[in-house]
C-alpha cells in the first residue's frame, strides 16, 4: 500500500519540481502559509487519506527516527547505504540530521526524501540555531574556520541579556536557515531551569536558573521558530535542571517535591504549551515528587499522560529524547524500553539502537494487547498532519542553490553578533583592569587558552581580536590529558546497554603548567579562557584539574590577570579567587569576538548573571561598562 501511495506523491513532487525549476527558493514564508491553511476545513484530508492506507507495521515505522550524520558521504558508501537502506525498505517516517556542512546536510537530506515512500519530517538539535549542526568545521593543519550556518550564544547567554527581542530573532533565524537546510522540527528550545549548578549536561543550554525568566525567552524562542514555518519542541520534560547526574550516562534523578517542581521546573513548560509550543521532548530521569516508580519520565505514563497531556493539555508531538542513552535503557531490552515509550504516551521514538527491533516491538505491542492500533493511528495521524503543515504533501525536496542566500545571511548574523555582544557578563573587576583601552599597543599581553584537543577553534578568533590591539600578544595553548580513574559510576562500571561513556576529568600535566608561567614571566596582562564545559560524556561539572595551580602560580608571580569562560560559567567556584572574570557563553567565533571587543573596550558590557554562581557572584551580578572609542592607532574590528 505505502508504495502505491509513494508513486502518487513521487509523481506529485516531480510536478511541482518541474513547475518550479525557474522559481526562486519559496522558503520559510511560504512554509508559514502552508501551515496557516491547515487550521482549514479538510486541512487534514491528505493526513488522513494517507493513514488509510499503511499497514500497522507502516504506521509503527513513520513513529521511529534514526540518527543521521549530515557528512559527505559517496553515494556507495557503506554507512550510507545502510541509512538509505533503513529509510527506503523500513519505511521510516523521519529521522533526527545531525553535524555536517550546510550543503551536505541538504544535499543528504534530499537523497533521502528520494527514496523515501512517504515524505521524511526532519528534525534536529538546533539549540544555538542552525549552526548548532550546521557548520564546516576547521581545516586541518590550519584551523580555518569553513563556515556554516548562524551560529547564537548559548541560551545562557540570552539569559544573560534578559532580551526576549533577540531570543526570538534567535528563534526567527533558526527556523529559516533549518527550512533551507530541509529540516522541519527544532528540537530546541531547552526549557529546563538550570538551578544546579552541578549538572554536567545541561548548564549554558538553559536560558537560566529563574523559571520566569527561562519562561519568557522560551516562549519568545518558540514564536521566532513556528511564527517562520518550523516546529519547536521544548525539552527536557519535566526538567532536567536540577540533577547531577547526565542522563547519557546514567539514569538521573530530580528529588524536588511536587510543589516545588510545580514552581519552579514546570513553569517554562506550562508556558511554552499555553504558547502553542508544537513539540515537546522527554526527560530520561526520575521524579519522585511526581511519581515513586523507578521507570524514567519518558516511560512514565503519569508523567507523560496524565500530567503534560492531560493537566496540562498538550496535544502537539511528544517526542522521546534518544532511546539510546544509558538513563533511559537501564537493564531493559530496546523492545521493552521501545513498547513502555508508547505506553506513555510518546509520538516519536528517537534513535533506538535496533531501528527494525523497535518497529517490530510496537507491532508486537499491538499484536500482544499491550495498546490498541488506535494508539498508534492517534501518533501518526500528528506526524502526517505536521507534515501536511511543513508543505511535504506538495515538495519535500530543499533547493541546494537557493540555501545560501538563506543560510548565514548578513541580517542573521547581524543579530547574532548583537546577541553575542549584549551576552557578555563581566562578573568581576576589582582592580579596574577591564577594559584594556588604557594599556599601550606595545604592552606584553599572553592569552592562555586551555581546551580540549578537538576543540580546535578554541581561541582562534578570540587571539585574532587581541592580536590586532596588542601585536606582540603571545599565545599559549594548553590541552589536557586524561588520566583514567573512576571518575563515575557510568565510567567505571557501564551498564550491560551503555551507549555512552563518560570522560576522565580533563586534567592539565604538572609540564605544561609549569611551561605556561615560564611564558607568561614578566607580562603586563594575562587573560586565562577555559573552554571546558557540560557535553554527553561529562560525568562532573568541574574545573581541568591543574588549572587551579596555573591561577595561584600567576598571583604569587604578582600578575594582572583576567579569567575567562566559554563554556562552564560556574568554573570560578572551583578555582582561586580571581580579581577579574568575564564569562562569554558559548566558543563560536562570534561570541570569541564579542569577549574580545569587550575587554579591548570596542563594545560596552551589560550582561547580568541568570544564574548563581555559589561563593563568587549572585544572581543577576554584572559590572557594566560603556564602550570606549577605539584608537587612531587600532584597526578596524574584524569581520567574523
Known sequence: ????????????????????????????????????????????????????????????????????????????????????????????????????????????????????????????????????RARGGYFLPNAIDLGGATYFPYAMGIGASRDTALAYQMGRATAREGRALGIHMAFAPVLDVNNNPKNPVISLRSFGENPQLVAQLGVAFVRGIQENGMLATGKHFPGHGDTEQNSHLELARVGASAARLDSVELVPFRAAVQAGVRGIMTFHGQLPGLDTSSLPATLNPRIMTDLLRGRMGFRGLLVTDALDMNGVLGKMTMAEVTQRAVLAGNDVLLMPTDIPGAITAVVDGVRQGLFPESRIDESVRKLLVAKQEMGLARQRFTDVQAMRAVVGDSIDVANARLAAERAITLVKDSLGVVPFAGLPNSARVVSV???????????????????????????????????????????AAPGQNAQYIATPQPRLLPALVENALRGAQGADLVIVSSYFGASSSTSRLAAPEGMADLLTGLQKAGTRMVLATFSNPYIAQDLPPVSSYLVAWGGSPLMQRAAARALLGLAPITGQLPITIPSVAPYGAGLRREARAASASLPAPAVP
Open 1 to 132: 500500500m505505502v508504495a502505491r501511495v509513494a508513486r502518487s506523491l513521487l509523481a506529485g513532487a516531480a510536478a511541482t519540481l518541474s513547475a518550479c525549476a525557474t522559481a526562486t527558493h519559496a522558503g520559510p514564508a511560504a512554509a508559514t502559509a502552508t501551515a496557516a491553511n491547515t487550521s482549514a476545513p479538510g486541512a487534514k484530508s491528505w493526513a488522513d487519506s494517507v493513514l488509510a492506507t499503511l499497514s500497522l507495521r507502516d504506521k509503527a515505522a513513520q513513529m521511529v527516527w534514526p540518527w543521521v550524520l549530515g557528512d559527505y558521504t559517496a553515494a556507495d558508501d557503506p554507512t550510507y547505504r545502510r541509512v538509505e537502506q533503513l529509510v527506503r525498505d523500513q519505511h521510516l517516517g523521519g529521522i533526527i540530521i545531525s553535524v555536517g556542512s550546510p550543503t551536505e546536510i541538504a544535499s543528504k537530506l534530499n537523497a533521502l526524501q528520494r527514496v523515501s515512500a512517504l515524505p521524511l519530517l526532519v528534525g534536529a538539535d538546533l539549540e544555538t540555531g542552525a549552526a548548532f
Open 449 to 491: 587558552t586551555i581546551a580540549p584537543r578537538t576543540d580546535l577553534g578554541a581561541g582562534v578568533t578570540f587571539n585574532a581580536e587581541l592580536g590586532r590591539a596588542f601585536p606582540a600578544l603571545r599565545s599559549i595553548s594548553l590541552s589536557t590529558e586524561q588520566v583514567f580513574d573512576a571518575t563515575a559510576a557510568a565510567a
